[in-house]
């Protein structure tokens, strides 16, 4: 099968092309799903893009779509589903919600935006079998998790007990292999564990009440086992104290622990808060851009605030639990889960008239604005945490257009302009850049060497944009998606469903730690080790993972 | 003669609890459970060498295929058929999904009573739960409201008071607020500090014990036939605990939903000063599951009407029993035990367990294999979270629920 997109311009920063700039138009060449060299030879079919602005698939590496804790979110929050229907003229009727959509919803609305790949960032292990069962219904994506670990009792009783980091790596590539997961997630290493002993917060350098392990051995005993397995992702961390005035310090604190090591700080914009000011709330986020600027093994994703109706879910159950009084629609879920993590799920609605959430929106484009290289920062909210993906198109324009975005400033909470530089700051993202946030700097954090880019050998995974000085409009809709070389939206329409594939990390690793965990999941998860782990066959209804194998170096 | 085959650490399905661990003797067809496995485990995986029924179609013996054109004929002419049942694995589940899809109807599982008692209270104000290893772990004072629920999961003590926990010490403290433990719980509990205090209102003793709990004294001397004192002593050992666990079956309790709801509340203020979870009981024949597959494809849970390419929730209209009121087809799915179809006098389609004993013959019935006995599948525990690959110990000679809907559906 032979496809020729004829005539678009061509925005491949990860190939050094942009045709917008330039002005040139090409002829894009796909051949049994995959991007090939140009020929003269006949194709089966062929589309004229008529100029329009030509992109790989848009990568989300932080969205949560799937997972216990989002069914959690769908059963609390009922008013989102009925408040958003089905809508007309799709596939059948399984579709709807905003805050925490279907399956069915989640793979339309991204495919419709133009995005192809999306990457579950909270994976719990006791869950995760249910999570790939969830992410197989899910159309039109390709989909990956991160494995959350560091705050499990076996994981905190190896730290304790002073385990070398050989049995640290073993461990760690056996729950990335049985859970079928492509990365590590730590979120408020050591917290989640801290809380089940009733501790009601965790600094970077305070020990565990019963293990005595602090959040900083757990955050460089993962990032030294995920770098000698040879994943592809650094750490994808959420760090301690989310949420908290002052965690600034925490995160400055935590970027040095790293020791030049990579790492990945998420939702960068929940941790970077100051207390200076009468209300005790400020940002910190030109601190903190300046801290990662000049820290070249950091990588970074916003996780910006956008207003309205949302749902926050999040494994952080210590500090969902010490927010749950802010819940709007007032009630919230609280849950520990098996010796592994927990999760806490708190409605919530941002305000541009409160302080507060008028404060986190600025911060949030601060960082985005800030942070020079946009190789390291990543476009997210955090989904639906921060706000929905599908207000992605807005969040564009925000940093594409400093005129509207200085509009939008202007009608927030008055106290919380005083306290944002964002009015001064002039610079306007550029749709290169752009497609580097979204795309090529992706695909190259997670090491998928086909995706994020147009050139031969990459998977035809493409979104194409009709150019519209409104930006905002120009995202909100694509004039044709590609995925695997099928068209499936065309005119901003899903008109065919594709089934995606998951992506999984297969790092080597001792694998006689296995008789270990037997012991352990027998006396004390009470479950058997081998039903925990996940067969390749339960993926994607039984078409399995795409495996990506590790090079691990030498511990 | 067939040879005896011992499988070891065979997963069962049925009643939520997740055991994982049953030894399991097959003989060609034969199944039998040895040990460790719970009476009604060893009930539902036994299996004579008996010829499986042949499927049904208005009582004449028909093949699958004919069957199913049949079962389609009937759903593409229906106004508003119930699926009902739903005792599947998650495949079936998706099946049963896609049928409604298909034909429209309504879903609801035939246990969802209890689930949907616990909703009020979980979908109002939310809780605070927890899961089988960290009761297992941590849970240091159970309070277990109502009848003993070792009759429904016979090895749920032995599960939860395993004998070196982690963290949760010696000397366990269990209080049944209800019912006496009986002799199999005793015995599980053998190692924890037991204590039962029978009560005649087991929300009022609950609520009061909510209040004294949060340091309130409540005017009254007794309170469903509990003195306040003895209350007031149990109010003190939770607010004393690491970490407390209250757990309750709201099929069994009539004023499930109120027991549902005290607990929840006792819950949150013992989380205030100490770590505390409700961990509610269910979960039979994957009901969890099935209702996880419709929150993440319909975003409702159970109890929810497919028509018209939209879908739309009511736990009251859509229940079963009320909405037979309304269905003119009931499409009965039974796959993990022999469990008749409700009376009604609409057309019934059944995919069922082969020993299924009908009232009234369905007007068509397609036997349907065993997850975890004739074919692999997967089924959650009660606690959601937990999901379990399910093998099969025999090979199959009828098709699966996802399957037999498949043919249904191609007609």
């Given at each position: 099968m032979r496809l020729r997109l004829k005539g678009g311009r061509v925005l491949d920063p990860a190939n050094g092309e942009n045709g917008v700039a330039s002005g040139t138009v090409r002829d894009?060449?796909?051949?049994?799903?995959?991007?090939?060299?140009?020929?003269?030879?006949?194709?089966?079919?062929?589309?004229?893009?008529?100029?329009?602005?030509?992109?790989?698939?848009?990568?989300?590496?932080?969205?949560?779509?799937?997972?216990?804790?989002?069914?959690?979110?769908?059963?609390?929050m009922q008013e989102d589903r009925r408040a958003f229907p089905e809508m007309p003229g799709n596939f059948c009727g399984c579709g709807g919600g905003r805050a925490v959509p279907t399956a069915h919803a989640t793979g339309c609305r991204y495919a419709e935006l133009g995005y192809t790949t999306v990457f579950e960032p909270a994976m719990v292990g006791a869950n995760a079998r249910g999570a790939h069962l969830e992410m197989a219904d899910i159309p039109n994506l390709d989909t990956g998790a991160y494995l959350v670990l560091g705050n499990d009792d076996y994981f905190q009783r190896l730290l304790a007990a002073g385990a070398g980091q050989e049995q640290v790596n073993a461990y760690v590539g056996w729950m990335i292999e049985a859970t079928q997961a492509f990365a590590i997630k730590i979120v408020n290493p050591g917290g989640i564990n801290a809380f089940k002993f009733n501790a009601r917060k965790m600094d970077l350098d305070e020990a565990n009440p019963h293990y005595a392990v602090t959040p900083r051995k757990v955050l460089t005993t993962l990032i030294r086992a995920v770098t000698e397995l040879g994943l592809p992702h650094p750490i994808h961390l959420h760090g301690c104290n989310l949420g908290v005035p002052g965690n600034d310090e925490t995160t400055l604190a935590?970027?040095?622990?790293?020791?030049?090591?990579?790492?990945?700080?998420?939702?960068?914009?929940?941790?970077?808060?100051?207390?200076?000011?009468?209300?005790?709330?400020?940002?910190?986020?030109?601190?903190?851009?300046?801290?990662?600027?000049?820290?070249?093994?950091?990588?970074?994703?916003?996780?910006?605030?956008?207003?309205?109706?949302?749902?926050?879910?999040?494994?952080?159950?210590?500090?969902?639990?010490?927010?749950?009084?802010?819940?709007?629609?007032?009630?919230?879920?609280?849950?520990?889960?098996?010796?592994d993590a927990a999760c806490g799920v708190v409605p919530f609605e941002y305000k541009d008239k409160s302080f507060v959430n008028a404060l986190q929106w600025a911060i949030g484009l601060e960082l985005f604005l800030l942070v020079e290289d946009p190789w390291r920062i990543f476009l997210t909210t955090d989904h639906p945490n921060g706000g929905p993906f599908t207000t992605y198109p807005h969040l564009i324009r925000l940093l594409m257009d400093r005129d509207f975005r200085n509009a939008q400033l202007a009608t927030l909470n008055k106290a919380a302009q005083a306290h944002t530089l964002l009015a001064q700051i002039k610079r306007e993202y550029s749709l290169e850049e752009v497609a580097i946030l979204t795309r090529a700097a992706p695909a190259r954090i997670l090491g998928l060497k086909d995706k994020g880019h147009l050139g031969p050998g990459a998977v035809a995974d493409i979104a194409v944009h009709t150019e519209d000085a409104d930006r905002e409009a120009m995202f909100s809709t694509t004039r044709m998606v590609f995925k695997n070389g099928r068209l499936i939206v065309k005119?901003?329409?899903?008109?065919?469903?594709?089934?995606?594939?998951?992506?999984?990390?297969?790092?080597?690793?001792?694998?006689?730690?296995?008789?270990?965990?037997?012991?352990?999941f027998d006396e004390a998860v009470g479950l058997k080790s081998k039903h925990f782990r996940i067969a390749d066959g339960e993926l994607r209804h039984g078409a399995g993972p795409t495996i990506l194998k590790c090079e691990g170096v030498a511990s | 003669m067939a040879e005896v085959q011992t499988i070891h650490d065979v997963a069962c399905g049925f009643c939520g609890l997740g055991c994982d661990d049953l030894t399991v003797e097959v003989e060609g067809r034969q199944v039998r459970a040895t040990a460790p496995v719970c009476p009604e485990a060893a009930r539902l995986l036994r299996r004579l060498d008996t010829a499986d029924p042949m499927a049904r179609v208005a009582g004449e013996v028909n093949s699958q295929a004919d069957a199913a054109k049949a079962a389609h004929h009937i759903l593409a002419a229906a106004r508003a058929p119930l699926i009902g049942g739903l005792g599947v694995d998650m495949a079936g589940a998706g099946a049963a999904v896609d049928l409604a899809i298909r034909f429209g109807g309504v879903l609801d599982h035939y246990a969802s009573e209890g689930l949907f008692r616990n909703y009020a209270a979980a979908q109002r104000t939310g809780w605070l739960s927890t899961t089988l290893a960290e009761v297992r772990n941590r849970c240091d004072v159970l309070l277990v409201v109502g009848d003993d629920p070792s009759a429904t999961w016979g090895r749920l003590f032995e599960r939860l008071f395993p004998a070196t926990p982690l963290f949760a010490g010696a000397n366990r403290r269990v209080i049944f607020l209800g019912g006496a433990p009986g002799e199999k719980a005793s015995a599980q509990l053998a190692g924890a500090n037991v204590v039962h205090h029978a009560t005649t209102d087991a929300v009022a003793a609950l609520e009061a014990l909510g209040s004294l709990t949060a340091g309130r004294r409540p005017p009254g001397g007794s309170f469903g036939g509990i003195d306040a004192d003895t209350l007031a002593g149990l109010a003190e050992e939770l607010r004393n605990a690491h970490y407390a666990v209250v757990t309750w079956n709201a099929a069994d309790l009539g004023d499930g939903d109120l027991v549902a709801e005290r607990a929840t509340a006792l819950v949150d203020t013992l989380n205030v000063t100490t770590r505390a979870g409700v961990f509610p009981l269910g979960g039979r024949d994957n009901i969890i599951g099935v209702n996880q597959l419709l929150l993440w494809r319909l975003g409702y849970p159970l109890r929810t009407a497919v028509r018209g390419q939209t879908s739309s929730h009511d736990g009251t209209l859509f229940a079963t029993e009320a909405a037979l009121a309304d269905a003119d087809v009931l499409v009965w799915i039974s796959a993990f035990r022999p469990e008749p179809p409700p009376d009604f006098g609409g057309k019934i389609i059944a995919l069922a367990h082969p020993e299924t004993v009908f009232d009234k013959e369905p007007d068509v019935f397609i036997p349907v294999g065993t997850p975890g006995v004739d074919h692999a599948g997967t089924v959650f525990r009660m606690d959601s979270i937990v999901s379990l690959p399910l093998g099969a110990l025999r090979v199959a000679t009828l098709p699966s629920v996802a399957e037999a809907v498949r043919r249904i559906a191609e007609g």
């Amino acid at each position: 099968m032979r496809l020729r997109l004829k005539g678009g311009r061509v925005l491949d920063p990860a190939n050094g092309e942009n045709g917008v700039a330039s002005g040139t138009v090409r002829d894009i060449e796909i051949e049994d799903g995959r991007i090939v060299a140009a020929t003269d030879r006949k194709a089966d079919a062929e589309y004229d893009l008529g100029g329009a602005v030509v992109m790989a698939g848009g990568i989300d590496l932080h969205s949560h779509i799937a997972g216990g804790k989002m069914n959690l979110a769908r059963l609390l929050m009922q008013e989102d589903r009925r408040a958003f229907p089905e809508m007309p003229g799709n596939f059948c009727g399984c579709g709807g919600g905003r805050a925490v959509p279907t399956a069915h919803a989640t793979g339309c609305r991204y495919a419709e935006l133009g995005y192809t790949t999306v990457f579950e960032p909270a994976m719990v292990g006791a869950n995760a079998r249910g999570a790939h069962l969830e992410m197989a219904d899910i159309p039109n994506l390709d989909t990956g998790a991160y494995l959350v670990l560091g705050n499990d009792d076996y994981f905190q009783r190896l730290l304790a007990a002073g385990a070398g980091q050989e049995q640290v790596n073993a461990y760690v590539g056996w729950m990335i292999e049985a859970t079928q997961a492509f990365a590590i997630k730590i979120v408020n290493p050591g917290g989640i564990n801290a809380f089940k002993f009733n501790a009601r917060k965790m600094d970077l350098d305070e020990a565990n009440p019963h293990y005595a392990v602090t959040p900083r051995k757990v955050l460089t005993t993962l990032i030294r086992a995920v770098t000698e397995l040879g994943l592809p992702h650094p750490i994808h961390l959420h760090g301690c104290n989310l949420g908290v005035p002052g965690n600034d310090e925490t995160t400055l604190a935590t970027i040095l622990a790293t020791e030049g090591r990579r790492l990945h700080l998420t939702h960068l914009q929940f941790h970077s808060y100051g207390t200076e000011g009468d209300k005790r709330f400020s940002s910190s986020a030109a601190r903190i851009a300046e801290m990662v600027n000049a820290n070249p093994n950091i990588s970074v994703d916003v996780g910006q605030v956008m207003f309205g109706q949302t749902i926050t879910a999040s494994a952080d159950y210590m500090s969902q639990y010490r927010n749950r009084g802010l819940a709007s629609p007032k009630k919230s879920i609280g849950m520990d889960i098996e010796l592994d993590a927990a999760c806490g799920v708190v409605p919530f609605e941002y305000k541009d008239k409160s302080f507060v959430n008028a404060l986190q929106w600025a911060i949030g484009l601060e960082l985005f604005l800030l942070v020079e290289d946009p190789w390291r920062i990543f476009l997210t909210t955090d989904h639906p945490n921060g706000g929905p993906f599908t207000t992605y198109p807005h969040l564009i324009r925000l940093l594409m257009d400093r005129d509207f975005r200085n509009a939008q400033l202007a009608t927030l909470n008055k106290a919380a302009q005083a306290h944002t530089l964002l009015a001064q700051i002039k610079r306007e993202y550029s749709l290169e850049e752009v497609a580097i946030l979204t795309r090529a700097a992706p695909a190259r954090i997670l090491g998928l060497k086909d995706k994020g880019h147009l050139g031969p050998g990459a998977v035809a995974d493409i979104a194409v944009h009709t150019e519209d000085a409104d930006r905002e409009a120009m995202f909100s809709t694509t004039r044709m998606v590609f995925k695997n070389g099928r068209l499936i939206v065309k005119d901003g329409v899903v008109v065919e469903l594709a089934q995606g594939t998951t992506h999984v990390a297969r790092p080597e690793f001792d694998r006689s730690v296995d008789k270990d965990m037997q012991r352990w999941f027998d006396e004390a998860v009470g479950l058997k080790s081998k039903h925990f782990r996940i067969a390749d066959g339960e993926l994607r209804h039984g078409a399995g993972p795409t495996i990506l194998k590790c090079e691990g170096v030498a511990s | 003669m067939a040879e005896v085959q011992t499988i070891h650490d065979v997963a069962c399905g049925f009643c939520g609890l997740g055991c994982d661990d049953l030894t399991v003797e097959v003989e060609g067809r034969q199944v039998r459970a040895t040990a460790p496995v719970c009476p009604e485990a060893a009930r539902l995986l036994r299996r004579l060498d008996t010829a499986d029924p042949m499927a049904r179609v208005a009582g004449e013996v028909n093949s699958q295929a004919d069957a199913a054109k049949a079962a389609h004929h009937i759903l593409a002419a229906a106004r508003a058929p119930l699926i009902g049942g739903l005792g599947v694995d998650m495949a079936g589940a998706g099946a049963a999904v896609d049928l409604a899809i298909r034909f429209g109807g309504v879903l609801d599982h035939y246990a969802s009573e209890g689930l949907f008692r616990n909703y009020a209270a979980a979908q109002r104000t939310g809780w605070l739960s927890t899961t089988l290893a960290e009761v297992r772990n941590r849970c240091d004072v159970l309070l277990v409201v109502g009848d003993d629920p070792s009759a429904t999961w016979g090895r749920l003590f032995e599960r939860l008071f395993p004998a070196t926990p982690l963290f949760a010490g010696a000397n366990r403290r269990v209080i049944f607020l209800g019912g006496a433990p009986g002799e199999k719980a005793s015995a599980q509990l053998a190692g924890a500090n037991v204590v039962h205090h029978a009560t005649t209102d087991a929300v009022a003793a609950l609520e009061a014990l909510g209040s004294l709990t949060a340091g309130r004294r409540p005017p009254g001397g007794s309170f469903g036939g509990i003195d306040a004192d003895t209350l007031a002593g149990l109010a003190e050992e939770l607010r004393n605990a690491h970490y407390a666990v209250v757990t309750w079956n709201a099929a069994d309790l009539g004023d499930g939903d109120l027991v549902a709801e005290r607990a929840t509340a006792l819950v949150d203020t013992l989380n205030v000063t100490t770590r505390a979870g409700v961990f509610p009981l269910g979960g039979r024949d994957n009901i969890i599951g099935v209702n996880q597959l419709l929150l993440w494809r319909l975003g409702y849970p159970l109890r929810t009407a497919v028509r018209g390419q939209t879908s739309s929730h009511d736990g009251t209209l859509f229940a079963t029993e009320a909405a037979l009121a309304d269905a003119d087809v009931l499409v009965w799915i039974s796959a993990f035990r022999p469990e008749p179809p409700p009376d009604f006098g609409g057309k019934i389609i059944a995919l069922a367990h082969p020993e299924t004993v009908f009232d009234k013959e369905p007007d068509v019935f397609i036997p349907v294999g065993t997850p975890g006995v004739d074919h692999a599948g997967t089924v959650f525990r009660m606690d959601s979270i937990v999901s379990l690959p399910l093998g099969a110990l025999r090979v199959a000679t009828l098709p699966s629920v996802a399957e037999a809907v498949r043919r249904i559906a191609e007609g």
